[in-house]
């Protein structure tokens, strides 16, 4: 059927105000997809005036859900001879069953969206009877009149509330008693937001809520204005556009904030944040996180701990901090519901994973009370496993347990019971993409690259531009979910048995920490990136004779044939422990060095997250491949890399006898070695 056939459309909608308010983005949907139409809304008595000046209805009619069922059928009869040709029903009533419209909700409609938020949940609904166009950049509105918004202005202007002040409104009423934050709480919180940031509180709610707000008001030292009971839903929103900040309950006042892209500030208890929780760009939410939370029942017999324990310090702060984002103009903020269960993936090599730490650190920190869980490969899993950040380490073994599709498929069922409601995924492959997909991680964010398209949110991808470093692209993806953080230090945990395991080795070859040990490490994933093994064996030599340095040389089980070149040209006794170490032992090694000299690899980053200066020679000059990128990041490490003058790298397919890699010398290594002085 052709867009222009669809003349007339049916919304059964519901009866609370807060859950109409949750379906207006599926009314902006239809109304979009279909501007000619004629729609008819059915909706609950409370939510009357939400719809009275809104020109997008060409009808309302007001649904009785405790009518007689004599009342229900004649209604049924009456909307038969409208002759609707699409019924959109998000009451799951018998209603369409008896219309003959060409697109109608499926009778008694099972809600298959369970794990998403109520607003997608709706949305969800709507796209399931109809094709519809997403894409057309739809903007929120309330259909205020002209009456409304003078009303609003002369109600200002009697409260001595001028156009340019900045205004915070307060909601601090609900529908259910257990649902609001303490009256002592909102007291101070405004109290301290109007003597620290110069600022109007005007507290807003229905009739209900006055005697609430009357009480807070007395408790307060510092004037505000009650406009409880003074507006109807259409004014309430002209007010709240007006307004710099939200803070409320979880109330139809805070899902009005969240529909019209207020900066709202919810407090949260018994119910779910990531149903019910506000759902704008640059809305926030406090949550104490409990044993029984969330409950969502009506009665506590904890006494309301959930929201008795949320403190005041902690809302002002975030309120405080949240306006200052409003004064910077920064709207690239994501949005932020109280994610319980989160799994962060990084399923490539060592150097990558250990540069993926500060943004797990960082995702603890924004998220403290959340279950956090990081999938990596089964080579990296030490880097992981015991991170005070991680409550659980998942391995994904793509080239052994899980190589088949099947098992790849009981894996993604294996995470699915897991119920996370976030993957972050940091580094973009086909199958981390397709397994947090068929997992149904409601929220999945990462790089549009490699099956990206099955992402809910997508960052462009740019890293073979290499214009920043690794670290810095991890952080962009937290970023993008509006993640703060300061901390940028890599870390790796060290084990009691790594420990144990180097004070054997350390005792086995008389070896000392009071002495000058140099670990080199010669070994690379790629031939682009191997200083010629010959040139390690000469660095020895030299520094053993100029420093009298103890050389200890690792590897990689892989790279022994290299490790043991360079060992058998070196002409004084030095520690071959190529191919003996984990990467966990390895970084109890290296944290008893004085020194690491090394390709361009992995455990550059481990020397550099345990604090042990680095020298990291480098060779390729690809963009996406270049120091700038890959280089160690500590705050004594070095890096050795120079321009040869290729018009293009090649890397590994290099046609030049990797030029750069040979161009550096032995001495220029020396040199960098002196900087350090006497080790």
Request: aromatic share 8%.
């Amino acid at each position: 059927m052709h867009k222009n056939s669809i003349e007339r459309i049916l919304i059964i909608n519901l009866s609370n105000i807060g859950d109409v308010i949750l379906t207006l983005p599926s009314l902006d949907l239809i109304k979009g997809n279909f501007p000619e139409a004629k729609i008819t809304m059915l909706v609950g008595p409370k939510a009357k005036s939400l719809f009275e000046s809104d020109s997008r209805i060409d009808d309302f009619i007001i649904y009785n859900k405790q009518g007689s069922f004599k009342e229900k059928i004649s209604l049924t009869l009456s909307l038969r001879r409208c002759n609707f040709d699409m019924v959109l029903d998000l009451r799951h009533t018998a209603i369409p069953l008896f219309l003959n419209a060409r697109y109608r909700s499926p009778i008694f409609l099972r809600d298959k969206h369970t794990s998403l938020h109520k607003q997608e949940s709706y949305l969800e609904i709507t796209k399931a009877i109809y094709p519809f166009d997403t894409n057309l950049g739809l903007k929120p509105n309330i259909f205020a009149n002209s009456e409304d918004k003078d009303y609003i202005n002369q109600l200002l202007k009697q409260n001595n509330i001028s156009a340019s002040e900045k205004i915070v409104a307060v909601a601090p009423g609900a529908a259910s008693h257990i649902k609001r934050w303490t009256k002592e709480g909102f007291a101070e919180v405004c109290d301290r937001l109007v003597e620290e940031c110069s600022l109007q509180i005007i507290f807003v709610g229905d009739k209900e809520d006055s005697a609430i707000i009357r009480e807070i008001i007395s408790k307060m030292k510092k004037a505000s204005v009650d406009l409880s009971g003074k507006t109807n839903l259409r004014q309430l929103a002209v007010l709240l556009k007006r307004c710099d900040l939200l803070i409320s309950n979880d109330s139809a006042v805070m899902h009005m904030g969240s529909y019209l892209n207020i900066p709202v500030l919810a407090i949260f208890g018994s119910t779910d944040p990531k149903k019910y929780g506000p759902w704008n760009e640059r809305s926030r939410l406090i949550k104490k996180e409990l044993f029984c939370s969330p409950c969502q029942k009506a009665q506590c017999r904890y006494n309301y701990e959930c929201m008795n324990l949320v403190e005041s310090e902690d809302v002002f702060k975030k309120a405080k901090e949240m306006l200052q984002i409003q004064n910077n103009k920064r709207p690239d903020e994501d949005i932020n519901f109280y994610y319980k269960r989160i799994l962060i993936t990084r399923t490539d090599r060592i150097g990558d994973v250990i540069l993926s730490t500060p943004t797990i650190k960082a995702v603890r920190d924004f998220y403290p009370n959340a279950y956090i869980a990081v999938m990596v490969r089964p080579y990296t899993k030490d880097i992981v496993e015991g991170n005070p950040n991680v409550d659980e380490l998942i391995v994904y073994d793509k080239y052994g347990a899980h190589r088949s599709f099947w098992n790849s498929i009981k894996f993604a069922n294996s995470l699915k019971r897991k119920e996370f409601d976030l993957a972050i995924i940091l580094h973009p492959t086909n199958r981390v993409n397709l397994i947090t997909f068929a997992a149904g991680i409601p929220q999945r964010v990462g790089y549009n690259r490699k099956c990206g398209f099955l992402l809910t949110k997508k960052i462009k991808h740019e890293k073979q531009l290499g214009r920043k470093h690794e670290l810095e692209y991890s952080l962009d993806v937290i970023r993008a979910l509006g993640i703060q953080f300061k901390d940028k230090s890599l870390f790796m945990p060290i084990k009691q048995e790594s420990e144990r395991y180097i004070d054997e080795i350390f005792k086995r070859n008389n070896l000392s920490e009071q002495e000058k040990i140099v670990i080199f490490h010669p070994g690379a994933s790629c031939p682009s990136k191997r200083w010629p093994a010959e040139r390690f064996a000469e660095l020895a030599n030299r520094l053993i004779e100029k420093h009298n340095f103890r050389i200890v040389v690792v590897s990689s089980k892989g790279d022994l044939k290299i490790a043991n070149s360079v060992i058998k040209n070196i002409r004084y006794p030095v520690i071959n422990l190529s191919g003996k170490t984990t990467i966990s032992q390895l970084a109890s090694l290296l944290k008893r060095c004085k020194l690491f000299i090394s390709n361009d690899s992995g455990p550059v980053h481990i020397s550099s997250a345990v604090g042990t200066p680095v020298i990291s020679i480098f060779g390729r000059n690809q963009a996406g491949l270049s120091p700038i990128r890959w280089g160690p990041i500590g705050k004594n490490d070095k890096i050795l890399h120079k321009e040869v003058g290729c018009l293009e790298c090649l890397a590994h397919n290099c046609k030049k006898g990797f030029l750069c890699l040979k161009a550096i010398s032995v001495d220029e290594v020396i040199e960098a070695v002196d900087i350090f002085g006497d080790l």
